[in-house]
């Protein structure tokens, strides 16, 4: 049964980077009919999608308004997939989760992670 | 503002029956299938509907999905107290090429 864990710091300094890693146990994160996603909640709003990449690298979508500040990339050789957010304001203060996310259109989130908080503040 | 729109709350009594609603357009929900998401407070979310109506292993029938157009819907009959939750659709917007979630609805068993 696949199960997905978040790790990282839980407390990030305004304008450093944030770095937060999702591991991938019981199944292989080559698996072609997924994507792997990070997703998170700000606290007392709703759930925003950051974005997602192929296990290949091949492909690879963000949400515009964080394209310039996130990066997903993927390990094979570890089974795990990581997110990266520059520049760090307290607005991303949040919950961030990690997910698999079905390819072939249907995109789907059917596994995530338990989240980790995430604190921006001096 | 969210690209789809949700009631931000809904409730009903226990047995009862309820429907939230997630409004869209032609480049999100008309052309691309609709999910639904339980959340519970400190929870990760879960998958209740993928695919418009399909139900994943261990998700009771009282939980349903459909589709009218631009619009989404759950459905929840036999409301039970551990119903309480934040309910998200989501789906990938082709004209804004990437994956977007409702606002959420809240949905209280009173």
């Known amino acids: 049964q696949l199960q997905l864990q978040e790790s990282g710091p839980g407390l990030v300094k305004p304008s450093e980077t944030l770095s937060l890693t999702c591991s991938v146990s019981g199944d292989s994160i080559r698996s072609p009919s997924y994507y792997w996603a990070w997703i998170r909640q700000p606290p007392g709003k709703g759930l925003e999608w950051i974005g997602l990449?192929?296990?290949?690298?091949?492909?690879?979508y963000y949400k515009p308004s964080l394209k310039s500040r996130v990066t997903i990339s993927v390990d094979t050789s570890r089974n795990y997939f990581s997110l990266r957010l520059t520049s760090v304001t307290a607005a991303d203060t949040a919950v961030y989760y990690c997910?698999?996310?079905?390819?072939?259109?249907?995109?789907?989130?059917?596994?995530w992670g338990e989240g980790t908080t995430v604190t921006v503040s001096s | 503002q969210s690209v789809l729109t949700q009631p931000p709350s809904v409730s009903a009594a226990p047995g009862q029956k309820v429907t939230i609603s997630c409004s869209g357009s032609t480049s999100n929900i008309e052309k691309n299938f609709v999910s639904w998401y339980q959340k519970l407070p400190r929870t990760a979310p879960k998958l209740l509907i993928y695919?418009?109506?399909k139900r994943p292993s261990g998700i009771p029938d009282r939980f349903s999905g459909s589709n009218s157009g631009a619009t989404a819907t759950l459905g929840i009959t036999g409301l039970q107290t551990g119903d309480e939750a934040d309910y998200y659709c989501?789906?990938?917007?082709?004209?804004?090429?990437?994956?977007?979630f409702g606002g959420g609805t809240k949905l209280t068993v009173l």
């Open positions: 989501g789906t990938w917007d082709t004209s804004l090429g990437f994956w977007v």
């Open positions: 695919d418009n109506d």
């Open positions: 990449m192929y296990y290949s690298g091949s492909s690879y």
């Open positions: 997910a698999r996310q079905r390819a072939g259109s249907r995109y789907y989130m059917d596994v």
